[in-house]
Structures are given as structure tokens and as C-alpha cells.
């Protein structure tokens, strides 16, 4: 039996990386697992690929910066699996890369709104139903940034730092009815958008600077993520949980 059997989760950016890691550990603990991302095709083959190891999963599209699409692919959860109980809001993007005088607006409002509305609009609803249905869990996904700035990443960074602010600010509000709100900070993860971002040089130099002498894993954040919906966790509420193999010891 899995630990989290019966539990229905709600999965963003789930067709890649940290999100596709944290959809199959949830789903290989019994949840069942609602993978929305923008690319649709690649939420229906993360999905497929649960199914074909056992699990239980179904997909929807969904651009995060969009409430009525947020809304959709909640209310998909609850049709396909009966209810809400988890949710990982995962999907974010480091977008382009300069000094604070050289960004351009339009870039900071992009950047905002894909790190930390998307997260206000998911909880938004999620927290809205499990208030009404008995409680659940929700994990966000911040960064490493949002405790040691990322050079060039001033929207990204203060973006980042934003989802820990609001994430106990929801553990504060809503944890006397049974909900729990936590978030993770990934340090250097090797995913496909980091190796997109940098070359070979620039990964080495990485790995040199961290104490672990390595890149992290997606599958090292997402056992993270389940540990964090598991009853394992149940007096753990309103943490920013750095997860980075020692970059920040601080």
C-alpha cells in the first residue's frame, strides 16, 4: 500500500523536470495525479507513462498565468478522481537574463507572473476547495534564488522570494483547517531547462562550486515534495525547505 493512497493531486508544469520527477513519485506512493502543463502533448505522455508503470494519472493543458484555465484543470481533478487533496504548483520559468537598469519591463511583468501569480492563482482554488472538503496539502515550488539571489535574475529572484512570503502566509491563514502549505527551493537541478541555459563549461563550473560535487536530480526534489504531503510530514506547515546538496549553508 502507498502512503498516499486515495489522494488526489494536482500537478503544474508536469511535463518536464521537477514537475514530470514530482508527478511519478506522487503517483508511485498511490496518489492519483492530474498533470497540467502548457504543453499538453507532453502532459498526456507523462501521464501515459504512469499508467503503463501502474499508476494512476490523467492530463490537461494549462497556461498558469491563465485562472480560467487554473480553474479548468482543478476542476478536471476533481471529475477525474473525485476530489482535491494535493497539489504541487511547480511550474515556473527563469526567463532571459540581466542587471536590474538593463531589464525591461515588460520582461519583470512576464517573469512575475509565471513565478509567483501563477502560485497565488493556483492556491487561490486549491485552497478554496480544501477548506470546504476537509483539508489537504499543497507544495510550491520556490528556489535556491529566492535565498541567494541568481546573478542577472533580478525578476526571477524576487519572484521566487515572493512564493516563500506567500506560502506562509497561506500556512498562517489556513492551517487551523487542516491545510498545510510548504514550498521546496531546488538548488542547481540537472533538468532540461538548466541544460538549455548552459553549456558544458558553464555546468562544470557548477558542479565545482557546490559541496556535493554534483548537479542535483528532479527525482531528489520530488522525494522531497512527497515527503512534504505525507503523513510523515503532518506537523510540518509554512516551511521553505532548501534542497540544494549544501550550496547554501547558510
Not at 103 to 116: F, M, P
Amino acid at each position: 500500500m502507498g502512503e498516499l493512497d486515495g489522494e488526489a493531486a494536482f500537478v503544474t508544469g508536469g511535463a518536464s523536470g521537477i514537475g514530470r520527477a514530482g508527478a511519478h513519485a506522487l503517483a508511485g506512493v498511490g496518489a492519483q495525479v492530474m498533470i497540467a502543463d502548457l504543453n499538453a502533448v507532453g502532459a498526456a505522455e507523462v501521464a501515459e507513462e504512469i499508467r503503463s508503470a501502474g499508476g494512476t494519472a490523467q492530463s490537461v493543458g494549462c497556461d498558469v498565468t491563465d485562472e480560467a484555465a487554473i480553474q479548468a484543470g482543478l476542476e478536471a481533478t476533481v471529475e477525474a478522481f473525485g476530489g482535491l487533496t494535493l497539489a504541487f504548483n511547480n511550474a515556473g520559468n527563469a526567463l532571459g537574463q540581466a542587471r536590474i537598469h538593463e531589464t525591461d519591463a515588460a520582461d519583470w511583468r512576464a517573469s512575475i507572473e509565471v513565478n509567483l501569480t501563477s502560485i497565488f492563482l493556483c492556491m487561490k482554488h486549491e485552497l478554496a476547495w480544501m477548506m470546504d472538503h476537509g483539508g489537504g496539502c499543497i507544495v510550491n515550488t520556490s528556489s535556491g534564488a529566492a535565498r541567494v539571489p541568481a546573478p542577472g535574475r533580478a525578476p526571477y529572484s524576487a519572484a521566487k522570494r515572493g512564493v516563500v512570503a506567500l506560502t506562509a502566509q497561506a500556512a498562517r491563514d489556513y492551517g487551523s483547517l487542516g491545510i498545510r502549505v510548504n514550498t521546496v527551493l531546488p538548488g542547481v537541478i540537472d533538468t532540461p531547462a538548466l541544460r538549455s541555459n548552459h553549456d558544458d563549461e558553464a555546468l562544470d563550473r557548477l558542479r565545482r562550486f557546490l559541496p556535493s560535487g554534483r548537479l542535483g536530480d528532479s527525482n531528489e526534489i520530488a522525494d522531497a515534495v512527497v515527503w512534504l504531503c505525507s503523513p510523515g510530514s503532518r506537523y510540518v506547515n509554512g516551511q521553505a525547505l532548501v534542497v540544494d546538496g549544501g550550496g547554501i549553508l547558510a
